[in-house]
């Protein structure tokens, strides 16, 4: 637990709400068509305050919306229910990286009080069972494909996380002095009801402000609107790299099981084979650099708010371990790939040198035995007595000269053939596991795991 002092810059972030606002982010998979038209840049679409510059000139790297649409309160509906709570707004946003990875955030308002009681019964509700959430009658992501037309479908990924900004009394419950605060208040929004005896392990307190979070849950309370969208900005870049850095864990296991089962039967195969590992590879890298690195520092809102949050969410979820132990494998692929390229060069220096002797041997030989058939034409040409004019020179009678001249000629052939076919089958038996297989990209489940 780290507990901080109030300062200028938190009494100018600070603020009050009346009604509660839960933030639900869910990573999904899919891609969206590249050609689509973005909405504009974040600061567009959304109030950042004084953290706009410092968003404006990241614009390059930040996820773009691609949907941002209010709807109907009654149209968004959950498997069980509105759990006593009333919805007072809705808006639904669809940020999309550079790289292609997608983040719904559903962003609700609440009108009238929210116990806590009921507030993590919805929160529970909406993470464990999101795939049964419907809007206007219509399976949620079936109503996002009518909006977006994707060029894959879309589908819930594994993670989720909820920010919970309090409002009225709620607030007033949560930013009161610790000793009239109820003890398992806070525990129980951060751990949608499941309460623990302890205080939530990331808490920061500055008496007019309150931030806790666990792994899947934050409570921000007390904290200005352009603030709150900061801290939303802070987990989608959170939630999209634990995301890419799953997929690059799964990418990482099919492109060594694809090396492991691939085969080819010419250096030409075992070519394109190395081509197709180095390309899966690359793309492994980039994105661990542009969609994890690129949202795991403190660059993209260089305040202390935000870097607060941002340094705490990302050891809860995980992430800079996470990142060392892909990036070692993604190295280790990339050394498993070049040692394969290298005994190809090998391999084909060897093969080269081989067909060069062998060629050489076979022209030093034919050169020997074309002194045969020179001495066969100049005994046709001469005016020799054994030559009869009166014969054809392809006449049965001079078979057995024909036989010494091409008899040798063509078991030359035959061996010279046979040579360059076993060097040829020396070269491309370097691989000897199953058949070549593309490397496939991973595909989530239907139905995602329950956790966030």
């Not at 790289?99 to 806590?116: K, S």
């Amino acid at each position: 637990m780290t507990v901080g002092t109030a300062g200028a810059t938190t009494a100018l972030d600070a603020g009050t709400r009346e009604l509660t606002r839960v933030v639900m982010l869910f990573s999904l998979t899919g891609r969206l068509d590249p050609g689509r038209p973005a909405l504009g840049s974040l600061v567009d679409s959304f109030d950042f305050g004084r953290f706009a510059l410092h968003l404006t000139s990241s614009e390059a790297v930040l996820p773009v919306p691609v949907l941002v649409e209010d709807v109907a309160p009654e149209d968004l509906r959950l498997f069980h229910g509105d759990h006593g709570l009333a919805l007072a707004a809705v808006e639904i946003a669809v940020l999309a990286t550079p790289r292609g990875d997608i983040t719904l955030a559903l962003d609700c308002g609440f009108a009238g009080q929210t116990p806590a009681a009921a507030l993590a019964a919805w929160l529970a509700d909406s993470c464990f069972d999101r795939d049964r959430i419907t809007l206007a009658g219509t399976d949620l992501l079936d109503s996002l494909s009518g909006r977006l037309a994707p060029r894959e479908p879309l589908a819930f990924g594994q993670n989720v996380h909820q920010l919970v900004f309090p409002g009225g009394e709620l607030a007033n419950d949560l930013l009161g002095p610790d000793e009239t605060r109820p003890p398992t208040l806070l525990n129980e929004i951060v751990y949608r009801g499941r309460t623990s005896p302890s205080e939530p392990p990331h808490l920061t307190q500055h008496g007019r402000t309150l931030s806790a979070h666990g792994r899947g849950v934050s409570v921000h309370a007390g904290w200005a609107g352009h603030v709150e969208n900061g801290l939303i900005l802070v987990a989608v870049g959170m939630i999209s790299a634990l995301a890419v850095l799953q997929r690059t864990r799964l990418t990482a296991f099919e492109t060594m099981r694809a090396n492991e089962r691939a085969v080819a039967e010419s250096p030409y195969e075992i070519r394109r084979l190395i081509s197709r590992l180095s390309d899966g590879v690359n793309e492994l890298q980039l994105d661990l650099a542009f969609g994890v690195e690129a949202y795991v520092d403190g660059l993209l809102i260089p305040e202390t708010v935000m870097q607060t949050f941002q340094s705490s969410l990302r050891d809860a979820l995980g992430i800079p371990a996470g990142l060392d132990n892909s990036a070692r494998m993604v190295e280790r692929l990339t050394s498993v790939i070049s040692a394969r390229s290298a005994a190809l060069d090998a391999e084909l220096s060897e093969r080269d040198d081989r067909r060069d002797r062998t060629v050489s041997a076979l022209v030093a030989v034919a050169t020997g035995i074309a002194l045969p058939p020179t001495l066969l034409l100049a005994f046709f040409g001469a005016n020799a007595a054994n030559v009869d004019s009166r014969r054809s020179i392809f006449d049965a009678h001079y078979l057995p000269a024909y036989l010494l001249a091409w008899v040798p000629f063509i078991a030359l052939a035959v061996i010279g053939y046979l040579l360059l076919r076993r060097v040829g089958k020396r070269s491309g038996a370097m691989l000897t596991t199953p058949s070549a297989a593309p490397v496939p990209a991973p595909r989530s489940p239907s139905r995602p795991p329950s956790g966030g």
